[in-house]
């Protein structure tokens, strides 16, 4: 099974979207931007969000057993996706790339 590396590309925030329909909550992501994590065996790593793994973990677990070329050349790099989190507030998203060893 190959590891998964995990990046930070990108936080959004809609405050607009918070402000209408969210109940105020303090520190609801702490992840940042060009952080990165590996998974390995298909197993969440350590600090990551919980809500967001539950998002992108069919696609490390897919990468993790060797998929490729998702969506019929979807990205440049076929061992690769971009795919972001559930937050509809708050998304992140998330480059994974397969590690080839």
């Not at 990165?36 to 809500?51: D, H, L, R, T």
């Not at 998002?55 to 969506?71: E, N, R, T, W």
């Amino acid at each position: 099974m190959l590891p998964v590396r995990i990046t930070v590309v990108r936080k959004a925030c809609y405050a607009d979207l918070m402000e209408r329909f969210e109940n105020p909550i303090e520190h609801a992501c702490d992840l940042q931007e060009g952080q990165v994590f590996v998974s390995y065996n298909w197993q969440k790593p350590e600090g990551f969000c919980e809500s967001a793994w539950q998002s992108i973990s069919p696609f490390v677990m897919a990468l993790a057993h060797g998929a490729k070329d998702f969506y019929d050349g979807w990205m440049q790099n076929p061992g690769s996706a971009m795919i972001s989190c559930n937050d509809g507030f708050r998304p992140v998203s998330f480059l994974l790339e397969a590690i080839n060893n």
